[in-house]
């Protein structure tokens, strides 16, 4: 079976609100969400209650919490609706269990923990390596509409940087 018929046979639609969390640092959750519309934020929240952006969810993007859905710990990061959102939710168990019998899904698994290893080795990269006007050009680059969905505050966070710092880089950049 491919993975997007599983995907349609044991998954079901709903809608959230701009502000709706799906879930939060510290909570179980056991479902991975697929973005049919909308914008989600993924972040951190330190101890001192600094938040940190993880990255933006867009449409065709699908997240869940593997530490929470296969560990079985708490989610580490918080999960929210940045615009309203219609997604698809498959609980992990499900599509894990499937993929034990089934090649294709257990394939198509395969190519998804590819691609987030891939995304989180190349942010990793940016976080440690590149300097905050390279991060900057990176996300114009890479996510170009971003700068019109979110705040200028948000963008700094996920960036790591200040919104002070993003603005004089904003105006390098354009100027």
Same mark, same amino acid.
């Given at each position: 079976?491919?993975?997007?018929?599983?995907?349609?046979?044991?998954?079901?639609?709903?809608?959230? /609100?701009?502000?709706?969390?799906?879930?939060?640092?510290?909570?179980?959750?056991?479902?991975?969400?697929?973005?049919?519309?909308?914008?989600?934020?993924?972040?951190?929240?330190?101890?001192?209650?600094?938040?940190?952006?993880?990255?933006?969810?867009?449409?065709?993007?699908?997240?869940?919490?593997?530490?929470?859905?296969?560990?079985?710990?708490?989610?580490?990061?918080?999960?929210?609706?940045?615009?309203?959102?219609?997604?698809?939710?498959? /609980?992990?168990?499900?599509?894990? /269990?499937?993929?034990?019998?089934?090649?294709?899904?257990?394939?198509?698994?395969?190519?998804?923990?590819?691609?987030?290893?891939?995304?989180? !080795?190349?942010? !990793?990269? !940016?976080?440690?390596?590149?300097?905050? !006007?390279?991060?900057?050009?990176?996300?114009?680059?890479?996510?170009?509409?971003?700068?019109?969905?979110?705040?200028?505050? /948000?963008?700094?966070?996920?960036?790591?940087?200040?919104?002070?710092?993003?603005?004089?880089?904003?105006?390098?950049?354009?100027?």
């Amino acid at each position: 079976m491919k993975l997007d018929e599983f995907i349609a046979k044991n998954g079901s639609s709903f809608s959230k /609100e701009a502000g709706d969390h799906l879930f939060r640092q510290g909570e179980h959750d056991q479902s991975l969400y697929i973005v049919q519309s909308g914008l989600l934020k993924a972040y951190y929240l330190s101890a001192d209650g600094k938040e940190n952006i993880k990255s933006f969810i867009l449409p065709g993007d699908n997240i869940g919490s593997l530490m929470s859905s296969y560990a079985g710990k708490p989610s580490t990061f918080s999960l929210v609706c940045l615009k309203p959102c219609e997604l698809t939710v498959v /609980e992990f168990s499900a599509l894990y /269990e499937a993929s034990k019998t089934d090649t294709e899904i257990s394939a198509a698994i395969v190519d998804f923990l590819l691609g987030f290893g891939i995304k989180k !080795e190349a942010r !990793e990269y !940016e976080l440690l390596c590149l300097s905050a !006007e390279g991060r900057y050009r990176k996300l114009l680059k890479n996510m170009p509409g971003i700068l019109d969905l979110v705040t200028q505050n /948000e963008i700094a966070r996920y960036l790591g940087m200040t919104p002070v710092g993003l603005s004089r880089i904003k105006k390098r950049v354009s100027g």
